[in-house]
């Protein structure tokens, strides 16, 4: 498989040791310092785009992918603003996308536990829930795209919590995400769930960037060849 990567800062690196690691070719690497060199043509020459920039270029980066009619999977965050313009764009050209706030397995797979954790206490009125994230100091969106895919979850199946606020805040009602830059923490998500009798905690904590990189390359193995709009839960079958 030819993969062109958009985006050759820590991760696009990562990714480009799996994918080699997992006999792809990457045709393609575009960074800050050669932006101009992302073309139609340029594309063309790859199978499937991985997409990992900035909120600011990942709309411009996904929609070219579509207009060339390369694939393209996104773990940019920050955009989904944009989500419904981007799934109509998508669509409209018979596209293939596949976006996650967060490739890595063992956080997908947290994403599922997450969710079972939150039904069986959505009627246990006793317990308030908050989410903690933790990242390095280079990133640059707050809350994490990651926290917010958790927390969108929880308010999916929680009848008390109608939404969520960056920062501690006095509204049961409201989710708080507590969001801590430190370096060179790649990325711990915390849910709890406190009563003044305990606590129930679940934590990921990811140790490198290793497991991202990896969930990228299967994402995009699994794109390759299909039409339509899709998730890591796709990739995973959860």
């Given at each position: 498989m030819k993969i062109a990567l958009i985006g050759y800062g820590?991760?696009?690196?990562?990714?480009?040791?799996?994918?080699?690691?997992?006999?792809?070719?990457?045709?393609?690497?575009?960074?800050?310092?050669?932006?101009?060199e992302l073309t139609n043509q340029s594309l063309q020459i790859a199978d499937v785009a991985i997409e990992f920039t900035?909120?600011?270029?990942?709309?411009?980066n996904i929609t070219q992918c579509f207009e060339t009619g390369v694939p393209v999977i996104s773990g940019s965050?920050?955009?989904?603003?944009?989500?419904?313009?981007?799934?109509?764009?998508?669509?409209n050209k018979n596209g293939s996308f596949l976006?996650?706030?967060?490739?890595?397995?063992?956080?997908?797979?947290?994403?599922?536990?997450?969710?079972?954790?939150?039904?069986?206490?959505?009627?246990?009125t006793e317990y308030n829930c908050t989410i903690e994230e933790i990242h390095h100091t280079a990133k640059k969106d707050a809350p994490s795209g990651t926290?917010?895919?958790i927390a969108e979850n929880i308010i999916a199946l929680n009848p008390n919590k109608?939404?969520?606020?960056?920062?501690?805040?006095?509204?049961?009602?409201?989710?708080?995400?507590?969001?801590?830059r430190i370096d060179p923490a790649p990325g711990t998500h915390i849910v709890s769930y406190n009563s003044v009798i305990d606590s129930i905690e679940i934590i990921h904590t990811a140790h490198n960037r290793i497991g991202f990189a990896t969930g990228a390359v299967l994402a995009a193995e699994f794109?390759?060849?299909?039409?339509?709009?899709?998730?890591?839960?796709?990739?995973?079958?959860?």
């Open positions: 820590k991760m696009g690196k990562a990714i480009e040791g799996i994918a080699v690691e997992r006999g792809h070719e990457i045709v393609l690497k575009i960074s800050s310092e050669n932006v101009q900035n909120p600011h270029a990942a709309i411009k965050t920050g955009w989904l603003e944009h989500w419904d313009q981007i799934k109509s764009d998508c669509e976006y996650a706030s967060n490739f890595s397995i063992g956080v997908n797979l947290f994403f599922e536990l997450n969710k079972k954790l939150a039904q069986l206490m959505s009627n246990r926290a917010i895919t109608k939404n969520w606020v960056l920062g501690e805040t006095a509204d049961i009602n409201s989710l708080s995400i507590t969001s801590k794109l390759l060849g299909k039409k339509g709009v899709y998730g890591m839960g796709d990739v995973l079958e959860v």
